[in-house]
């Protein structure tokens, strides 16, 4: 059983930054993928970012590509979002989430929430004037 903890969310201009992290229990983290989901406000959740276990291999929504990245320090049991030129657009809950499996499936695959195995409770990022 794996426990993970979002934090980093909170209230930003457009143009602005912010760095999401989510915290894991367990010993078994480093072997895992690891992923950032979001849920806009009305809307379903939809795919951010995965990277697979070793970091060796990320994927990003094509919306976030080049303005996110994601990070993971196996040794703290904790992956990072890191979020640049924040757009209102990218107002939503943020969710992490991780894959037992570890790797890299396919594009179609890790954008798909039944592919991942436990999930946070989410923080919430606001993009505003």
């Known amino acids: 059983q794996v426990h993970l903890v979002e934090s980093g969310g909170g209230l930003v201009q457009p143009g602005g930054s912010l760095r999401l992290s989510c915290a894991a229990s367990?010993?078994?983290?480093?072997?895992?993928?690891m992923a950032w989901f979001r849920q806009p406000p009305g809307k379903g959740r939809e795919f951010v970012a995965l990277?697979?276990?070793?970091?060796?291999?990320?994927d990003y929504a094509d919306s976030v590509k080049g303005r996110f990245t994601i990070s993971r320090d196996n040794a703290k049991n904790t992956v990072f979002l890191q979020m640049n030129s924040l757009k209102p657009d990218d107002t939503a809950v943020y969710y992490c989430?991780?894959?037992?499996?570890?790797?890299?499936?396919?594009?179609?695959?890790?954008?798909?929430?039944?592919?991942?195995?436990?999930w946070g409770q989410g923080t919430q990022v606001t993009v505003s004037l």
């Open positions: 989430a991780a894959d037992r499996s570890g790797v890299y499936k396919s594009a179609d695959r890790n954008r798909r929430g039944d592919e991942y195995d436990y």
């Open positions: 367990g010993p078994t983290f480093h072997s895992y993928a």
């Open positions: 990277i697979i276990w070793s970091g060796g291999r990320t």
